[in-house]
C-alpha cells in the first residue's frame, strides 16, 4: 500500500468531509432548543448511552481514523487527530457545556457523550482527555456534588475571589478553564 506524505495528497484523501460531518452534527443537534433540553430533562434517561445524532458521528469518526491511520505517516496522522480533537473540544463546551442546562441527569448524559467521544482518540494516545481537557474539567464542575458547586460559586462573589477560586478549582482537578469559564459551567446546572 502506498504512504500519502504530501500535504496536498492528505487534503484529497481526507477531503474534510467527515471532518465537517462530525462537526455539522454536533452543534446542528446541540443548537436546538429543543435538543438542549434534553440535558435539562434526561430524567430516566440511560445515562451510559451516548445522544444518538452525537452516537452516529462518533461511528463515522472511529472508521475515518482507523482508515487514515494505515493510510498516513505517523506525524501527519497526529496532527490530524490532534486537530479534530481540538474542533470537537471547542464545539462541545462552547455550544453545549456552556449554553445547555443541566439537570443532574443531563450532566451524566453529557458525560457519557464526552467520555464516548473521547473513547475515539484511546488507539492514538493513552490519556485523550489531556487533549480534551475543557470537556473533560466541564465534566467535573457538572458532576460536582451540590453543596461543592455551592461552595464553588460562593467563593467565586468574594471580594478577591480570583486566587480562592483557582486553589478551590485545582483541588477539583480543573486546572485549564479559568475561573470565569468555570463559573459559566456551573451556571448551567439546575
Given at each position: 500500500m502506498r504512504r500519502i506524505v504530501g500535504v496536498g495528497e492528505i487534503f484529497a484523501l481526507f477531503d474534510l468531509s467527515w471532518v465537517w460531518c462530525l462537526l455539522r452534527h454536533l452543534p446542528a443537534h446541540f443548537h436546538d432548543r429543543k435538543q438542549l433540553h434534553l440535558f435539562s430533562s434526561a430524567d430516566g434517561a440511560q445515562t451510559s448511552a451516548v445522544t444518538p445524532t452525537l452516537a452516529e458521528a462518533i461511528v463515522q469518526?472511529?472508521?475515518?481514523?482507523?482508515?487514515?491511520?494505515?493510510?498516513?505517516?505517523?506525524?501527519?496522522?497526529?496532527?490530524?487527530?490532534?486537530?479534530?480533537?481540538?474542533?470537537?473540544?471547542?464545539?462541545?463546551?462552547?455550544?453545549?457545556?456552556?449554553?445547555?442546562?443541566?439537570?443532574?441527569?443531563?450532566?451524566?448524559?453529557?458525560?457519557?457523550?464526552?467520555?464516548?467521544?473521547?473513547?475515539?482518540?484511546?488507539?492514538?494516545?493513552?490519556?485523550?482527555?489531556?487533549?480534551?481537557?475543557?470537556?473533560?474539567?466541564?465534566?467535573?464542575?457538572?458532576?460536582?456534588?451540590?453543596?461543592?458547586?455551592?461552595?464553588?460559586?460562593?467563593?467565586?462573589?468574594?471580594?478577591?475571589?480570583?486566587n480562592g477560586v483557582s486553589a478551590l478549582l485545582k483541588s477539583l482537578g480543573v486546572v485549564r478553564l479559568k475561573p470565569e469559564q468555570a463559573i459559566c459551567v456551573l451556571l448551567q446546572r439546575i
Amino acid at each position: 500500500m502506498r504512504r500519502i506524505v504530501g500535504v496536498g495528497e492528505i487534503f484529497a484523501l481526507f477531503d474534510l468531509s467527515w471532518v465537517w460531518c462530525l462537526l455539522r452534527h454536533l452543534p446542528a443537534h446541540f443548537h436546538d432548543r429543543k435538543q438542549l433540553h434534553l440535558f435539562s430533562s434526561a430524567d430516566g434517561a440511560q445515562t451510559s448511552a451516548v445522544t444518538p445524532t452525537l452516537a452516529e458521528a462518533i461511528v463515522q469518526l472511529h472508521e475515518r481514523f482507523a482508515m487514515l491511520s494505515t493510510l498516513m505517516d505517523v506525524v501527519c496522522f497526529r496532527e490530524v487527530w490532534r486537530a479534530v480533537a481540538m474542533a470537537a473540544t471547542r464545539v462541545m463546551f462552547n455550544d453545549v457545556a456552556t449554553e445547555a442546562h443541566f439537570s443532574q441527569q443531563g450532566a451524566l448524559l453529557f458525560k457519557a457523550d464526552c467520555e464516548a467521544l473521547m473513547e475515539v482518540f484511546r488507539p492514538f494516545t493513552p490519556r485523550p482527555h489531556t487533549h480534551m481537557k475543557e470537556l473533560h474539567e466541564a465534566c467535573i464542575l457538572l458532576n460536582l456534588p451540590t453543596d461543592t458547586a455551592r461552595q464553588v460559586y460562593e467563593d467565586s462573589k468574594a471580594p478577591s475571589p480570583r486566587n480562592g477560586v483557582s486553589a478551590l478549582l485545582k483541588s477539583l482537578g480543573v486546572v485549564r478553564l479559568k475561573p470565569e469559564q468555570a463559573i459559566c459551567v456551573l451556571l448551567q446546572r439546575i
